[in-house]
C-alpha cells in the first residue's frame, strides 16, 4: 500500500509547491487543499504553458486526479469560480474530479474589504502587507462562530437566513470602526446566489470521501500552501497568514487523522523569499537580493508584488522541519544561485551579545537577530540539464550536505529548473 503524503512549505511561501506537488501528483489517488486561500498562487509549468491556481488544488492539472478543497481552506466563490474557468478554456475539465467541502468556510466581499481597511489602518512598520484576498478577516469570523459556510451559500434559505444574522454586526464594524460603506445585504445575497448555482455541483461532505480513501488504501496527497514561517502559531507572528500552515493544520483541515498523515515532505528554497512586512534576518536589500530576485523572477504570482530576497535561514527552517515533523526536503531554485561565487547559510543568530539557534517567540526580537553565516564555493554552471542528482557539480552537492547539517533532514529531491520534469531525485545512498 503506498503511503500517503503532505507537502508543506517550510519558509514564507513561494518555496516551488506547485513544482513539486505537479510531479507527484500521478502517483495518488486523492490530492487534497487544507488550509489558506486565494491567498496562495501555486505555479505550475507544463511543456512552456504557465498555470498559476489560487484556490485549485495543484493535481488538478493531472487528466483524471480526484481534488478536494478541504474544510480547512476558505474559499472566495468568485476567484473559485474564474479559476474553474480559466481552466476550462485551457481545455482542462474540473467537472467530476472536484470536490469542496460543505463545512469550508466562505469568503465574503466584506472579508475583502476588511482585510484592506484593517491593514491600512496599522503604523508604519506594523502593517501585515497582507494579499487583500480577506483571508484573516474570513477565519476571525469562523473563529468568532459568526462565518457562513458552504452548505449555507448552496441553500437558499439558509444563505438568507445566514446572512440576516452575521451580516447586521459587520456592517456596523465597517461603518463604525473603519468608517466604510455598510452591507446591503439583499444585493449580497443576489451575488451570492449566482455563485452558489455554478458552485452547488461541487460542494458536499468531503469526510466520507476521504475516510473511503483511507479504508481503501487509496493514497492521499495533502497539499499545503503559504509556508510554516506564516504559520498563525509557530511563524513570525504577528506577520503571519491566518490558518495552520503547519501539519496540524492537515488534519483539521481535512478530518484525516494525525495517525494517517504518513511522510512528510518539506518544500525549501535553497535561498529565502518573503512577501509582506514582518522580520526577515538573512534579507539582503543590495545587489545579492536583486540578483535573486531576477534569476529567481521573485514577484508574487497573487499580487504581483517584488518579494524580498536573502541567503538561506537555517535556524528558521531547522524550526519548520522540527515543528512539522519534515522526514525529507524537495530542494528548490538551486540554479538561481549558479551564477554565486560564493553562498552562504545562516546557521545561528546574534540577539542581545548571545549566539542563539532557536527562533525567538517575540517578531520584534528576530528583527534585532544578526545572522551567523556559514560559506561555501558556488558552482558557477548551468545545472537545467542535470538528469540525475549525483550529476550535480560537487559544489553544490557539498551546499546540499551543509543544508542537511543545519537543518536535520535529508533533501531527497532537487529541482534544476521549472518545468515539469526539471526535478532529479536522490537514490536512496545518493
Ligand atoms: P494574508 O494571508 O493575505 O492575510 O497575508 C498575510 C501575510 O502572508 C502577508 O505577509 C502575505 O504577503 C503573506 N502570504 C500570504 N499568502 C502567501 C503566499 O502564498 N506566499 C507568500 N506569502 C504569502
Redesign the pocket.
Same mark, same amino acid.
Given at each position: 500500500m503506498r503511503e500517503n503524503l503532505l507537502v508543506l512549505g517550510l519558509q514564507? &511561501? *513561494?518555496e516551488g509547491k506547485g513544482q513539486v506537488i505537479d510531479v507527484l501528483a500521478d502517483r495518488f489517488d486523492l490530492i487534497v487543499r487544507f488550509q489558506?486561500g486565494a491567498? %496562495?498562487?501555486h505555479t505550475v509549468r507544463v511543456t512552456g504553458e504557465k498555470f498559476t491556481l489560487h484556490l485549485l488544488p495543484s493535481g488538478i492539472l493531472r487528466p483524471g486526479k480526484l481534488c478536494i478543497i478541504g474544510n480547512g481552506v476558505v474559499v472566495d466563490p468568485e476567484c473559485l469560480l474564474e479559476e474553474i474557468k480559466e481552466l476550462n478554456k485551457r481545455g482542462i475539465s474540473v467537472d467530476g474530479r472536484l470536490m469542496v467541502s460543505d463545512r469550508a468556510h466562505v469568503v465574503l466581499p466584506y472579508h475583502k474589504t476588511l *482585510?484592506e481597511l484593517q491593514d491600512a489602518a496599522r503604523a508604519k512598520g506594523k502593517k501585515?502587507?497582507?494579499?487583500? $484576498?480577506g483571508? &484573516?478577516p474570513c477565519y476571525a469570523d469562523k473563529a468568532a462562530r459568526r462565518g457562513l459556510r458552504m452548505v449555507e451559500l448552496v441553500e437558499p434559505a439558509a444563505l438568507r437566513r445566514r446572512l440576516e444574522e452575521i451580516v447586521p454586526a459587520k456592517s456596523k464594524e465597517l461603518t463604525e470602526v473603519y468608517g466604510g460603506r455598510p452591507i446591503d445585504i439583499d444585493g449580497l445575497y443576489a451575488e451570492l446566489l449566482g455563485y452558489a448555482d455554478r458552485l452547488r455541483p461541487f460542494v458536499c461532505d468531503t469526510l466520507p470521501v476521504i475516510a473511503d480513501a483511507l479504508a481503501g488504501g487509496k493514497p492521499i496527497l495533502l497539499e499545503g %500552501?503559504?509556508?510554516a514561517m506564516?504559520d498563525v502559531e509557530f511563524g513570525t507572528y504577528p506577520?503571519?497568514?491566518?490558518s495552520n500552515v503547519s501539519v496540524g493544520g492537515a488534519t483539521v483541515g481535512t478530518g484525516m487523522p494525525p495517525s494517517r498523515i504518513g511522510r512528510v515532505l518539506g518544500v525549501v528554497k535553497a535561498y529565502c523569499s518573503?512577501? &509582506?512586512?514582518?522580520p526577515f534576518p538573512t534579507e539582503q536589500d543590495n545587489e545579492i537580493g536583486d540578483l535573486l530576485r531576477e534569476r529567481g523572477d521573485e514577484f &508574487?504570482s497573487?499580487?504581483g $508584488?517584488p518579494r524580498r530576497c536573502g541567503w538561506l535561514d537555517g535556524v528558521a527552517l531547522r524550526h519548520a522541519v522540527a515543528f512539522n515533523g519534515a522526514d525529507g526536503i524537495a530542494l528548490m531554485g538551486l540554479p538561481v544561485l549558479s551564477a554565486l561565487p560564493r553562498i552562504k547559510i545562516c546557521v545561528a543568530y546574534r540577539l542581545n551579545g548571545q549566539t542563539v539557534s532557536c527562533v525567538p517567540a517575540d517578531a520584534n526580537a528576530l528583527a534585532q537577530a544578526e545572522p551567523v553565516y556559514e560559506e561555501v564555493t558556488g558552482w558557477q554552471r548551468d545545472i537545467s540539464k542535470v538528469k540525475a542528482f549525483d550529476d550535480l557539480p560537487q559544489a553544490a552537492r557539498d551546499y546540499v550536505a551543509v543544508i542537511e547539517r543545519v537543518v536535520g533532514a535529508p533533501v531527497e529531491m532537487a529541482s534544476v529548473g521549472r518545468e515539469r520534469g526539471q526535478i532529479v531525485r536522490r537514490t536512496p545512498n545518493g
Open positions: 514564507w &511561501g *513561494d489558506g491567498n %496562495a498562487g *482585510d501585515i502587507e497582507t494579499t487583500r $484576498r483571508i &484573516g %500552501a503559504q509556508g506564516l506577520f503571519v497568514t491566518s518573503r512577501v &509582506g512586512g514582518g &508574487g497573487t499580487t $508584488r
